[in-house]
């Protein structure tokens, strides 16, 4: 009897040890799966837009001075198009100014309605575009001296750059730069003709609505 429960405890040690040793054994690592972050969405600047802007303007008749200023308005409107990070389009503005500048012998130069057919090309940088424009420009100016008056529209380039940022899924705000040249012209008063160019720098800030 001794004999067999020596046996039967050889027989449950054994079996508690290699429990024992089963438990310690160390399970295959199984790695977690791989997460990635989703890239940052870009905004879709593609599509028609228009808009209004409110511009400050400083210009010269004469020939370097800039003394001519004054506040004006705009409207633009145009059409994104979008490749990644990479918008391009064409864009049109009309705009009012009341700058003038008198100028010896009496004579006055005023700036009426502008305008400018422009491209742009920008790079997205979610929400903002960061634009560069070029394009062409014309501008109503007007010469006055002694009662007299002479009406000439002015053709030259525009160059700048812009600020744009989405503030809605459909409504951005801007800030833009622009140096215009509108070339020379020939204004005959009272018998007398004086060729006078028109620069002028404009600062626009205001707000677009995309469809």
């Known amino acids: 009897m001794n004999k067999t429960l020596a046996a039967a405890t050889a027989v449950l040690m054994g079996a508690g040890a290699a429990q024992a040793a089963d438990a310690i054994v160390a399970q295959p690592y199984e790695p977690s799966p791989a997460t990635y972050a989703a890239p940052?969405?870009?905004?879709?600047?593609?599509?028609?837009?228009?808009?209004?802007?409110a511009n400050w303007d400083w210009g010269t008749?004469?020939?370097?001075?800039?003394?001519?200023?004054?506040?004006?308005g705009t409207l633009f409107g145009g059409y994104n198009m979008q490749s990644g990070s990479i918008v391009y389009g064409v864009e049109g503005d009309l705009a009012t100014s009341?700058?003038?500048?008198t100028i010896?012998?009496?004579?006055?130069?005023?700036?009426?309605?502008?305008?400018?057919?422009?491209?742009?090309?920008?790079?997205?940088?979610?929400?903002?575009?960061?634009?560069g424009t070029a394009g062409l420009a014309g501008?109503?100016?007007?010469?006055?001296?002694?009662?007299d008056k002479d009406t000439q529209m002015g053709w030259g380039w525009t160059v700048g750059a812009g600020v744009e940022a989405m503030v809605t899924e459909n409504i951005s705000a801007r800030v833009e730069y622009r140096y215009t040249d509108y070339g020379k012209q020939d204004f005959k008063l009272n018998g007398n003709t004086y060729e006078r160019g028109f620069q002028e720098n404009t600062v626009k800030?205001?707000?677009g609505v995309h469809f």
């Open 40 to 53: 940052a969405p870009i905004s879709n600047w593609s599509g028609f837009y228009l808009g209004g802007a």
């Open 61 to 72: 008749f004469d020939e370097g001075d800039f003394k001519a200023d004054g506040w004006g």
């Open 98 to 101: 009341n700058q003038s500048e």
């Open 104 to 131: 010896n012998p009496g004579l006055k130069m005023e700036q009426g309605f502008n305008g400018s057919l422009r491209g742009r090309v920008g790079y997205a940088m979610d929400p903002v575009l960061l634009y």
């Open 139 to 147: 501008s109503k100016l007007v010469a006055k001296q002694a009662g």
């Open 205 to 207: 800030v205001g707000l």
